[in-house]
Nanobody
């Protein structure tokens, strides 16, 4: 089992940057694909980015490609989401998730474990 805790959210001006972290408990962290999802008020939770067990494969939503970068440090049991050039439409609660699967899946149904989320607000 993997337990996940997100951190690093906050309020930033449009065009600014934030780095989210997701700290995982459990010695099997490196066996999981990891993903970031977000949910804005009144909207469904949507895929943002994912990374496979080794960090060698990544997936991104078109809306964040070129601006966000997902990475992981298995030695620290941590996955990151570097968010640059933030836009107001990026405002959401961001959730970290772990998937017991190969690759870097995009479907929300691929993920088995979820953090509680961290708020990101980008204001113009």
């Amino acid at each position: 089992q993997v337990q996940l805790v997100e951190s690093g959210g906050g309020l930033v001006q449009a065009g600014g940057s934030l780095r989210l972290s997701c700290a995982a408990s459990g010695r099997t962290f490196s066996s999981y694909a990891m993903g970031w999802f977000r949910q804005a008020p009144g909207k469904e939770r949507e895929f943002v980015a994912a990374i496979n067990w080794s960090g060698g494969s990544t997936s991104y939503a078109n809306s964040v490609k070129g601006r966000f970068t997902i990475s992981r440090d298995n030695a620290k049991n941590t996955v990151y989401l570097q968010m640059n050039f933030l836009k107001p439409e990026d405002t959401a609660v961001y959730y970290c998730a772990a998937a017991r699967t190969v690759g870097a899946p995009t479907p929300i149904t691929s993920y088995d474990y979820w953090g509680r989320g961290t708020q990101v607000t980008a204001s113009s």
